[in-house]
């Protein structure tokens, strides 16, 4: 009986153990705003986050980084008469688990 207790103790420990270890988030973000009227032009922004923890679990890392991938947009105006503009901004990011 403490052979087996013991065993089954190991084998939680290095489960447990195996599952935490460094772990790092890379994410690519580039931001696209096209603005249209006074002031046109089209704007692409691109930068790059790295995110390193030690003894994480896989799981736990990836929603408290938020290491995932996501697109959104939002669009903006201003101005009035013929300084009149508006904008949409796409922001697209990419992001992987290492």
Known sequence: MKKL???????????????RKERTCECKTTATEVRTGFGEQTTVDT?????????????????????????YSYNSSGGNGVSAWSSVTTVVSTCDLK
């Open 5 to 19: 207790l013991l065993l089954s103790s190991l084998a939680l420990v290095f489960a447990t153990s195996a599952c």
């Open 47 to 71: 930068w790059t986050d790295k995110t390193t923890k030690a003894k994480q679990m896989k799981g736990a890392f990836k929603y408290s980084t938020h290491c995932f991938a996501e697109t």
